[in-house]
């Protein structure tokens, strides 16, 4: 018997924060969405090709669940062998905004990355 899946619609967010954070807590969620903004439609392939990070069992459950709370959208093509697209659902481009300005601030701070914390240097 498969894993029942829940969308993070369920839960019962503490604060407007909360609820809108549990919708893209997954380490690639935030990820697949920016490349999805950039090309509008992509195949499982081509989003693995940008992440290389990433897992192919990882991927497919990161979607999953976008896909489950309505963030992005799959259509499976009728055709041997099967074709599937990705693209951003309504409330996934309303995310743009906000991804726009992570980047802009990742682009801002990115000397940050890998290097130790200022707690880390006292000790």
């Known amino acids: 018997m498969g894993k029942v899946r829940h969308s ?16 893209i807590d997954g380490k690639w969620k ?9 090309e509008e439609v992509l ?10 990070g990433v897992t192919q069992r990882m991927l497919t459950n990161q979607l999953r669940d976008l896909e489950a709370d309505g963030l992005i959208e799959r259509k499976v093509y ?11 659902s309504e409330l996934g ?3 743009q905004p906000i991804l726009l300005a992570l980047k802009d601030w ?6 940050l ?10 000790a």
Do not use: W
């Not at 935030?30 to 950039?38: D, G, K, R, S």
């Not at 990742?106 to 000397?111: A, C, E, P, S």
């Not at 990355?113 to 006292?122: E, I, T, V």
């Open 113 to 122: 990355f890998g290097k130790p914390h200022a707690s880390a240097d006292a």
């Open 43 to 52: 195949r499982f392939n081509e989003i693995r090709r940008r992440i290389p």
């Open 8 to 23: 993070n619609f369920s839960r019962n967010p503490g604060c407007a924060v909360e609820a809108a954070i549990s919708l």
């Open 106 to 111: 990742g682009d801002t701070h990115i000397g």
């Open 30 to 38: 935030c990820v697949i969405i920016f490349h999805l903004m950039e």
């Open 78 to 88: 009728a055709q041997v062998p099967p074709k599937v697209e990705y693209s951003l």
């Open 93 to 95: 481009r309303s995310l």
